[in-house]
């Protein structure tokens, strides 16, 4: 497998979206240096730490602390509670992630989508998608940690996964995961392992008809990827902010986290849906 980087240097070339768009289906991911300017990125960081600061003060000042807000009580009991809202914004807080919903109650003007609003953006996403898109409102910002403790508004690094395994029925999705600050040396980053997308529907099991997947063989991916894949093909890159890791609801990614990253992430996963179903 290659991997594939591209400078947005580059991106009013005529060849520049057709590249993208066979990297990131015949590699699984590709990496996008300098998609988004600096000044664009400070500017939607900053949005970010505000309405972090603003709605944990919200969730307080209505008596709830983000370590309660847990979500193991029934429908039922939460239909009941006046305050399910607060518990539900101080629980994604808690968690480190910052849905454009929540970023919009406190800044109404913006979206993560504007990050990736400009003109090569579309050609790429027209590109790969041959047909209609669409903006998928499942995107967030996602402040790491590692060693975060619960309820401190940063997440711990997440595990090997895929994301079709949570956004079902298995939809067409691509995601822009863009770092907000530098990360992979000092603060955790995004690692992927490069395999086509065949090969994991393949592995999983995934049934296009039912769109059932193998769900022990996800759990053991999740537990240990090496069991079911090849770790030669993890590609853990260093990220300046503003770059952007391109993959698939079929590539398989997790955070890269190591003891000595004593610096904190944050970045935005960014996510497209073409109006088709599967092709990936
Ligand atoms: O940001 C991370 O460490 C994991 C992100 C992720 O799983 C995603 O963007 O789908
Ligand atoms: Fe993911």
Redesign the pocket.
């Known amino acids: 497998m290659k991997r594939i980087e591209l400078d947005f240097a580059d991106s009013s070339k005529s060849s520049f979206a057709k590249e993208v768009s066979n990297g990131l289906m015949n590699e699984s991911a590709v990496i996008l240096r300098n998609a988004i300017p600096k000044p664009k990125v400070q500017f939607f960081k900053d949005c970010v730490d505000h309405t972090t600061k603003e709605l944990l003060k919200r969730v307080l000042d209505h008596g709830i602390s983000i370590k309660d807000c847990d979500r193991k009580y029934s429908p039922e009991e939460q239909n009941a509670d006046k305050n399910k809202l607060f518990k539900d914004i101080g629980f994604r807080v808690g968690q480190g992630m910052i849905s454009i919903q929540m970023l919009q109650r406190i800044f109404p003007q913006f979206s993560y989508h504007d990050l990736i609003g400009d003109i090569p953006f579309f050609k790429i996403c027209s590109e790969i998608y041959k047909g209609e898109f669409e903006w998928f409102l499942k995107s967030q910002a ?1 402040r ?1 940690a590692v060693n975060a403790n619960s309820g401190s508004t940063w997440t711990d ?2 595990h090997y ?1 895929f ?1 079709a395994q949570y956004h079902r029925p298995a939809q067409s999705i691509i ?1 822009f ?1 863009t770092a907000l600050t530098p990360c992979g040396e000092n603060a ?1 980053s ?1 690692q992927v392992l490069l395999c086509p997308h065949k090969e994991v529907q393949r592995i999983v099991e995934f049934e296009e008809s039912t769109k059932m997947m193998n769900e022990s063989i996800i759990e053991e991916i999740n537990k240990d990827v090496s069991k079911h894949f090849d770790s030669r093909d993890i590609w853990k890159p260093i990220f300046d902010s503003g770059d952007i890791c391109l993959f698939s609801t079929w590539t398989l ?3 890269h986290a190591t003891k000595c990253m004593k610096e904190k992430r944050l ?1 935005s ?1 960014i996510r497209v849906v073409g109006k088709e179903e599967i092709f990936f």
């Open positions: 996602r790491v690094p997440i996964h994301d995601c995961w955790p995004l990614h997790a955070s970045s996963e």
